[in-house]
């Protein structure tokens, strides 16, 4: 914090007048700011060092938020054309998902959440909707990956608490095992929807069906399609009462993604349709401020944490995505895009020296895109929203994710398994430390809100 600080007066007095410039709507502008942008953000990965584990951003960044860089990265790719980062995307998955490929690896037990798998889960479905190179005959595939975190989720589901849901942590010595929140269940759900379209298999769409009326039911998706954070197990009764209504922009997202690929798996089912649509509504509604997007919990207060700060990114990306599963929903989304578009790459004008940043001098990106420039901070989220906001303009002029039926080679396994059984059940009371990312997100959205409230 000091040192950005630090970093953020330095810059002004040596700012030198350096952008990134954009042209929206000339295919070779957009392309060269995402490159600068991208070659920013994967400056700050370590993993492909000598003696670093692949896959592994360096701290503080939470393991889940590497898997959610490189669904980005293949995104990327796809939208782009640019094979520059193939290869350590490539490495990182197949070395996280592990040789059983369920992304379950012993050195993230502590915290691994179904939410933190969830974000290298939708990394590999993308890899298989996008045509990313295969992984080799002898590794777990993208798809196969997918559906052993479908087959793990489906274990998972819990009916003796709450009549549903997944929790939000797998192991019980894990903070968070009492909360069922959206984001995990959100995974699920996406994934689940994902898996329908591309394997046609009605099963996928059974389940997706099940937690969308399960998350209405229990209250974290409202009557009128805002998405709430989670809700408490109350361990007298084991039923859940008191839901923590915030709202986080990649709830929305994740949900609304979903929807959108049940409407276009379902050819245009009017229920989908309506989820859809008022869905898209709230999220306008909500994490926009006019046409820019912003975290409109913790942004406004300067509270959003570490991994706060990269959630408009996932929002961005599956707003996106929506438009593509629900076309009539572009003309309401793009001008969004192209609004973020602009307003990010005005505030990848920062300095931040390394080791902070390390990529061109002067394009490190900003968190706020309201003030019409750099605002002091730098980091993987930051990086990662602009690129997003960037990158996905481009997304009417590439061709829709890919089915089993339409071009997709990405190879399944239904009844892929995981190595749960493998992983330590108990462990000592010394190691019960920070799980995963939303304990930090529950914890500093109590104190954003306070602040806000007080404020
Ligand atoms: C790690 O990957 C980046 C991006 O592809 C590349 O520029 C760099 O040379 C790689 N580092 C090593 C040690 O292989
Ligand atoms: C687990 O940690 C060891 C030691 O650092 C490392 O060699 C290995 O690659 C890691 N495994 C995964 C899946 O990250
Ligand atoms: C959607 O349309 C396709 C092609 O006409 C058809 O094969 C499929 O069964 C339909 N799906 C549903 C859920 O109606
Ligand atoms: C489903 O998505 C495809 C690909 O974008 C699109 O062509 C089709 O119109 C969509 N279906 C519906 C019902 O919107
Ligand atoms: C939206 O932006 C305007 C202009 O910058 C500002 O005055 C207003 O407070 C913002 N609204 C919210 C909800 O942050
Ligand atoms: C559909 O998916 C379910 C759940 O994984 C699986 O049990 C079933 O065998 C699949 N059906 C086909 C035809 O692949």
Not at 369 to 382: I, L, N, Q, R, Y
Request: proline share 4%; aromatic share 12%; glycine share 10%.
């Amino acid at each position: 914090m000091r040192f950005l600080q630090l970093a953020a007066s330095l810059s002004l007095l040596v700012r030198s007048g350096q952008a990134i410039d954009l042209v929206i709507g000339n295919d070779d502008s957009v392309k060269s700011a995402a490159s600068t942008i991208a070659f920013g953000l994967a400056k700050y990965y370590t993993g492909n060092n000598t003696g670093d584990t692949p896959g592994n951003l360096p701290d503080p960044y939470f393991w889940w938020e590497a898997g959610a860089m490189f669904g980005a990265l293949i995104d990327y790719w796809a939208l782009t054309g640019d094979e520059s980062y193939n290869a350590i995307t490539k490495q990182a998955i197949i070395h996280q998902a592990t040789e059983k490929g369920d992304f379950m690896p012993r050195n993230q037990t502590r915290t691994l959440g179904n939410d933190d798998q969830g974000f290298w889960g939708m990394a590999a479905m993308s890899a298989a909707e996008n045509k990313f190179p295969n992984p080799p005959d002898d590794q777990p595939q993208w798809l196969a990956m997918a559906q052993s975190l479908f087959n793990q989720y489906v274990s998972r589901w819990d009916e003796a608490s709450c009549s549903g849901g997944l929790r939000w942590q797998i192991f019980t010595f894990n903070n968070g095992y009492n909360y069922k929140n959206s984001i995990s269940n959100g995974c699920f759900f996406n994934i689940a929807a994902r898996l329908a379209r591309y394997t046609g298999n009605e099963t996928y769409a059974t389940w997706a069906s099940k937690i969308w009326n399960w998350q209405e039911a229990i209250g974290l998706i409202s009557d009128d399609h805002h998405v709430h954070d989670g809700v408490h197990i109350d361990l007298d009764d084991n039923t859940c009462k008191t839901v923590d209504v915030n709202e986080w922009s990649y709830n929305s997202g994740i949900f609304l993604h979903g929807a959108a690929v049940m409407y276009n798996f379902t050819n245009g089912s009017s229920t989908w349709k309506t989820r859809v649509d008022e869905m898209l509504t709230a999220a306008t509604t909500v994490f926009f401020n006019d046409t820019i997007m912003f975290e409109q919990l913790c942004e406004p207060t300067g509270f959003c944490n570490n991994d706060q700060r990269s959630f408009k990114g996932y929002l961005t990306r599956w707003l996106a995505a929506t438009s593509q599963m629900a076309p009539h929903t572009f003309d309401k989304i793009r001008p969004l895009l192209v609004a973020d578009a602009a307003a990010a790459a005005k505030a990848c004008t920062g300095t931040a020296d390394p080791p902070v940043f390390k990529g061109h001098p002067g394009t490190a990106c900003g968190f706020r895109w309201t003030t019409g420039g750099w605002d002091g901070k730098a980091g993987v989220g930051e990086q990662m929203n602009a690129l997003s906001a960037i990158m996905y303009t481009l997304v009417d002029k590439v061709a829709p994710p890919v089915t089993a039926d339409t071009g997709g080679t990405s190879k399944g396994d239904v009844d892929a398994k995981w190595h749960e059984e493998e992983v330590p059940r108990e462990i000592t009371p010394g190691d019960r430390i920070a799980a995963g990312f939303a304990t930090t997100a529950v914890v500093f959205g109590l104190v954003a809100g306070c602040a806000f409230v007080m404020i």
